[in-house]
């Protein structure tokens, strides 16, 4: 969100990369008799990147290894195109002449290719596009008669987003520069603790186990679950009751012995009954407490149609995580008890009011656990103090999904089941589960309340169905919520942010009419462009808009068009 009129035009760059081999060496033993084949094995080195980008080089510094996604193990490659740059990263192994080799690499994210060069015959390649998951790249390839060494590769695409490569297999003869070792059974998971909880829930998080492809988690000396990192969320347990939880690491090898035992108690049941509930389909919009041209507003100007009002922003302080609030004077209100009182009166009157953290020019960062406790013990003295009925995410400088996921988990063990969490990811945020934003969303879905995007001040994107739609139209809206609706979020969920006015962004305002007949399409079937999605979603949330002093600047001509219509939703 912007505290000024005009564009951002921000596209957020993810990391990623190309992955080549390079194969150098061949080994044959000669005897009396004749020739040993060398036996077949993967010839690439560091295939899985546990130790980091260790006989790899990615081109431009595009490559760096990450904990999280991973297809096996405790890391991944991850890397990102950038400008001419495809992030491509070789690395040099040993092949034998005259032999086949067969190539594979698991990848998601954006474009990625998968090759062979220099194989002294006929170079191959293969590629895929965007994937949401794991997916797994194959090719072979034979030698030439005297080639000693391949390049093997992968790579993105220009102006695509990061993608992820992990399990990178070369197999075939031994050239002689052997391959990795063979795994061996993972020690066991150290720094087991209870994170947040709930009345029915315990998350967990313990340190990384190097060699571990995966973790189970035990209660009482019974396995209730696996999990791929680290961390897990144990569901389906009584209120007010204490458990005895341990995890073991596994891989290829075997299972680890189990961890130190830790005890977690949930908490006592009952939420906020002083949270009013948001309505099935509700209308967001964003107050600007600060003057930027547009309407000046008391909360209690508010136009009524407007069930969820995020207060925007929330500051960053000297300590990483931590938000406090300061009442602009700019605003008007004569104290701080008055603007905590017209916060009262709208939640009497049955709406929710939140604190937003965030926008165009917020500093808030949330990348360690520390910064992560900061942050909900924080926001939840800010709900204490003002009475907000909870929080709005809307970084848009960057969010790591792990501790973010610690921070508004934590934040709702402490502030109980009425907690209002809404979020306002940008486009390139949301076009693909891989994205930190999109990941985060999935990993609280069982307490976020909707995601509304904002389908502006953005570049032309991909809809669900793969093709590249412009803003500003009915299919802009349906395509791209339609991949928040295939890619896990319950309709519920899912919200159409757009301005309130031509001044309220820098591009992309839409008519209210364009949102209607996007809200009919994807809850009804009817009034769709060119795009018409597979299934109709009438349980979406409804629409939210930047902001509310804008749509007063132009006579509340926006919520007075969109919000009956979203009422009437089915």
Not at 383 to 400: K, P, R, S
Request: aromatic share 8%; charged share 15%; net charge neutral.
């Amino acid at each position: 969100m912007e505290r000024a009129p005009g564009g951002r035009g921000r596209i957020r760059t993810w990391i990623g990369g190309t992955v080549a081999v390079l194969a150098a060496g061949a080994l044959s033993l000669t005897g009396l008799t004749g020739t040993a084949q060398a036996a077949d094995i993967n010839v690439a080195k560091n295939a899985g990147f546990e130790s980091g980008l260790s006989n790899w080089t990615c081109s431009a510094g595009s490559g760096t290894t990450v904990g999280s996604p991973v297809h096996t193990g405790a890391a991944a490659l991850r890397a990102a195109p950038a400008g001419q740059d495809n992030a491509k990263c070789v690395q040099a192994v040993a092949v034998q002449p005259n032999s086949t080799y067969t190539l594979s690499a698991w990848v998601q994210g954006g474009y990625v290719y998968l090759g062979a060069e220099g194989t002294g015959t006929t170079d191959v390649s293969t590629w895929t596009p965007d994937s949401s998951g794991w997916k797994q790249l194959t090719t072979t390839f034979r030698t030439g008669a005297s080639t000693r060494s391949v390049t093997v590769y992968t790579h993105g695409w220009y102006g695509q987003s990061a993608y992820y490569a992990d399990d990178v297999s070369v197999f075939g003869p031994d050239g002689g520069g052997g391959g990795d070792p063979e795994p061996q059974i993972p020690g066991a998971p150290s720094g087991l603790a209870v994170g947040s909880v709930t009345s029915s829930s315990v998350t967990l998080n313990w340190s990384a186990v190097s060699g571990a492809s995966g973790y189970n988690v035990y209660r009482g000396g019974t396995k209730v679950q696996s999990a791929s990192g680290t961390s897990s969320t144990v569901t389906g347990l009584a209120a007010d009751t204490s458990y005895d939880f341990q995890v073991t690491a596994t891989n290829a090898a075997g299972e680890s012995a189990k961890s130190a035992t830790v005890t977690g108690r949930t908490a006592q049941g009952g939420g906020n009954p002083g949270n009013p509930a948001v309505p099935k389909h509700a209308v967001t919009g964003y107050w600007q407490n600060f003057n930027n041209g547009a309407a000046v507003q008391k909360l209690r100007d508010v136009q009524s149609q407007y069930d969820i009002i995020a207060v925007s922003f929330a500051d960053a302080t000297t300590t990483p995580g931590q938000i406090t609030f300061n009442l602009d004077p700019a605003v008007g209100y004569a104290s701080v008890a008055d603007f905590k009182a017209d916060i009262a009166a709208k939640k009497a009157a049955g709406k929710s009011v939140i604190i937003s953290v965030g926008g165009e020019k917020g500093t808030i960062s949330v990348n360690s656990d520390a910064s992560a406790t900061a942050f909900a013990d924080s926001a939840y003295a800010l709900m204490q103090e003002y009475g907000f009925n909870g929080v709005d995410i809307d970084l848009e400088n960057g969010l790591n999904s792990t501790y973010m996921t610690k921070a508004l988990r934590q934040l709702s063990a402490k502030a109980g089941a009425g907690m209002v969490l809404t979020m306002a990811p940008q486009t390139i945020d949301m076009q693909s589960t891989a994205g930190e934003y999109f990941k985060t969303a999935l990993n609280v879905k069982d307490i976020l309340t909707v995601v509304n995007m904002q389908y502006y001040n953005s570049g032309s994107m991909l809809g669900c169905d793969g093709k590249v739609y412009s803003q500003g139209s009915v299919d802009f809206l349906t395509a791209l919520a339609c991949i928040q609706l295939e890619g896990g979020l319950d309709a519920s969920q899912v919200g159409l942010g757009v301005p309130a006015s031509t001044r309220g962004a820098g591009s992309g305002y839409v008519d209210p009419s364009i949102v209607k007949n996007a809200l009919d399409c994807l809850a009804r079937g009817t009034n769709c462009g060119s795009f018409k999605p597979s299934r109709t979603y009438p349980g979406i949330r409804g629409a939210m808009t930047w902001s509310t002093n804008w749509d007063a600047t132009a006579g509340n001509a926006w919520s007075n068009a969109v919000g009956p219509h979203v009422h009437a939703l089915p």
